[in-house]
């Protein structure tokens, strides 16, 4: 089912999002909406949105009204609070992920280590995925929802380019002007394989080389050097790890079958990749069998291939080789 919704609000569940995995309660349908401001007791806020008034002159009073305006602004997110209905949205940032959820619109008071504060149940629970299940990592969130991180307040309404964004992404959908240029890559990627087939065979290895190399690897061995197994032998000069990497214009299941059966007597490297741009049909279904779960065994073919050559920005190169 698609998640609409009338509004989106991003709130702070406490000091430091303190309260962040209490509200949550373990992904439960027991779940909910946190917000202190015990300076104004639930008996006078629950008359919002009409005390305001009332509300405001109880602020002014507590250190929460260094000034009218912050006053007021206080007072408003208390307000967004009380007043917001259920067709709101709400998010938060937590442990690196988004969360969201909608609440009831009934307040409730409760009393944490005698300061009163108020609560919203959760309808559903809170969410760190998407519908399709897939986890709403921030690092895969646009800058302009992840600065909403740092509003100085508690309660914020996000605009609405980046609420329509931030439902996409709840959805696993993309805005228009997304999916527009996703299928022009795809356009690419699809035209590209023809081009990096007619690669002559040594600037074929060279492109698979540049791959790597743009993805941190180092070279510690020579290219088509005493292990004719091994045409790339690379470490990662952070975690120290090594790998092989085999480059094959083209390829059958025999020439698979031989690299895997001699890489398991070779103990040094912890990944074996097999790259090819013009695999047999027996080799597509053989490698897609037996390639390890554990990622021991790493099969590029020419779809997966061109991909790499996107993320890595060397399109150019190839096209520049190719003419």
């Not at 309660?155 to 980046?162: L, R, T």
């Amino acid at each position: 089912m698609t998640i609409t919704c009338t509004q989106a609000l991003f709130i702070k569940l406490g000091n430091g999002n303190k309260w962040a995995d209490e509200c949550f309660a373990n992904g439960t349908s027991k779940g909910f909406v946190r917000l202190d401001y015990s300076e104004i007791p639930h008996k006078l806020a629950n008359g919002l949105p009409g005390n305001s008034e009332a509300v405001f002159e109880a602020a002014i009073n507590f250190p929460l009204g260094a000034t009218t305006g912050a006053s007021r602004r206080h007072v408003n997110e208390i307000c967004k609070f009380y007043a917001s209905n259920e067709q709101v949205l709400w998010f938060t940032f937590h442990a690196n992920r988004l969360w969201w959820c909608f609440s009831k619109h009934k307040v409730t008071p409760e009393i944490v280590d005698g300061t009163e504060l108020k609560r919203r149940s959760v309808i559903g629970r809170w969410s760190d995925a998407n519908i399709l299940g897939e986890t709403l990592l921030k690092s895969k969130l646009s800058g302009n929802l992840l600065k909403t991180e740092g509003f100085k307040g508690t309660i914020c309404v996000i605009a609405d380019d980046v609420r329509d964004y931030l439902l996409n992404k709840i959805n696993g959908t993309v805005e228009p002007h997304v999916r527009q240029a996703q299928e022009a890559q795809q356009v690419l990627s699809t035209a590209l394989i023809p081009v990096i087939q007619h690669l002559h065979p040594a600037d074929f290895e060279i492109l698979v080389d540049l791959i790597f190399m743009h993805g941190g690897w180092q070279r510690v061995g020579i290219s088509g050097g005493t292990e004719k197994d091994i045409d790339l032998d690379l470490e990662s000069p952070i975690t120290g790890e090594h790998i092989a990497v085999q480059v094959k214009s083209k390829a059958n299941v025999g020439v698979w079958s031989n690299y895997r059966k001699v890489a398991d007597e070779m103990k040094d490297y912890s990944r074996f990749y097999f790259v090819t741009h013009s695999p047999d049909r027996a080799l597509q279904e053989a490698a897609k069998a037996q390639t390890s779960a554990d990622g021991r065994y790493v099969y590029w073919d020419e779809v997966e291939l061109t991909r790499h050559v996107i993320r890595s920005g060397l399109t150019g190169w190839v096209l520049d080789k190719a003419a």
